[in-house]
């Protein structure tokens, strides 16, 4: 199972873009990076999904460089509502991803 | 949307009680999950299924067992509680079958006290 590495915080401001990177050095040829997210008090919420290059939705991008060993979460413009705790996984199906502790973003007026 | 219904949010019990979470999904999806979630420690995969009957373990299964009866429910059953129990536990579903979604949804979950 592919182990994933991100930072335990970070903080923004209202309006800024943020980007949240994930280190996955043993990802494996099969394997996806996924992003979720987690408000206090609820379950974590599917943000964005991708294999390689770049994946772009309504709420975030997501870029994977060549090598695959990173991924980097970006969310532009964020609000006071994006104050959450944002987890990377890499798996080949929904079993093999595994949570890490995730990043605590906070976003200040 | 997707639902996923867990039966209680809030649950107190003494140790050595035995103990039902339950879980719906209205979505007739393949896969379900649970999952606990401890500060720090983010959440750890306890069972999941891959169809009636079906279970397989996850990361954390010890002191836990599982009922898959129906394709929608997904039971967790702590047979005799224990104060390392005391946890926040997530339900999840996802559709299964061939290719992978990576979508997990999740149910709000259920906060057990185990006193």
């Known amino acids: 199972l592919a182990k994933t590495t991100q930072p335990i915080s970070m903080d923004s401001y209202e309006g800024q873009e943020v980007n949240i990177t994930c280190s996955h050095n043993n990802i494996a040829t099969n394997d996806y990076i996924t992003w979720y997210q987690q408000f206090p008090s609820q379950g974590p919420r599917f943000i964005i999904q991708g294999y390689k290059t770049k994946v772009t939705n309504e709420v975030a991008s997501l870029f994977i460089p060549a090598d695959r060993k990173s991924s980097t979460l970006s969310l532009p413009r964020v609000s006071l509502s994006d104050t959450a705790v944002y987890y990377c996984?890499?798996?080949?199906?929904?079993?093999?991803?595994?949570f890490g502790a995730g990043t605590r973003l906070t976003v200040k007026p | 949307d997707v639902k996923v219904t867990q039966s209680s949010r809030y649950l107190v019990k003494r140790t050595g009680e035995k103990v039902f979470l339950e879980c719906v999904q209205d979505m007739d999806h393949e896969n379900m999950f649970w999952y606990r979630q401890d500060p720090g420690l983010g959440l750890r995969l306890i069972y999941f299924s891959y169809d009636v009957k079906m279970k397989e373990k996850g990361d954390i299964p010890e002191g836990y067992s599982v009922s898959r009866e129906k394709k929608e429910r997904f039971s967790l059953i702590l047979e005799s509680a224990s104060t390392n129990q005391t946890s926040m536990y997530l339900c999840a579903s996802s559709l299964g079958g061939s290719g992978l979604t990576g979508e997990l949804f999740f149910g709000e979950g259920s906060r057990l006290t185990v006193l």
């Open positions: 996984l890499v798996g080949e199906n929904e079993s093999d991803m595994r």
